[in-house]
């Protein structure tokens, strides 16, 4: 059975770099995937950030600049870096591999001011 994880740092200051993990088990990365992100702002709708699919990655153009999606394939893991973040990237983070319905439980990211 499919699962993922997220870890991440609980807490960021603002102008520095997030970054949030995403542990799979159950099935490798390696696998044809869309290895996603998205993240939930609070009071707001999900958005999807991006994905990575083989050494393939694709990111939403609203935050092409500040976002950048990688894998460890030996730790079967995928990570996402947001660089420069404000307090609105405060979010909570999941990570999901499409096509189904596989999310990790979220991990909660404050950016203080």
């Known amino acids: 059975q499919l699962q993922l994880q997220e870890s991440g740092p609980g807490l960021v200051k603002s102008s520095q770099t997030l970054s949030v993990t995403c542990t799979v088990s159950g099935d490798s990365i390696t696998t044809n995937y869309y290895w996603s992100w998205i993240r939930q702002p609070p009071g707001q709708e999900l958005q999807w950030l991006g994905y990575?699919?083989?050494?393939?990655?694709y990111v939403t153009p609203s935050l092409r600049s500040r976002i950048s999606i990688s894998r460890d394939t030996s730790k079967n893991q995928f990570t996402l870096q947001l660089t420069s973040v404000t307090p609105e990237d405060t979010a909570v983070y999941y990570c999901?591999?499409?096509?189904?319905?596989?999310w990790g439980r979220g991990t909660q990211v404050t950016v203080s001011s």
């Open positions: 999901s591999a499409v096509p189904g319905t596989h």
């Open positions: 990575i699919r083989n050494t393939n990655t």
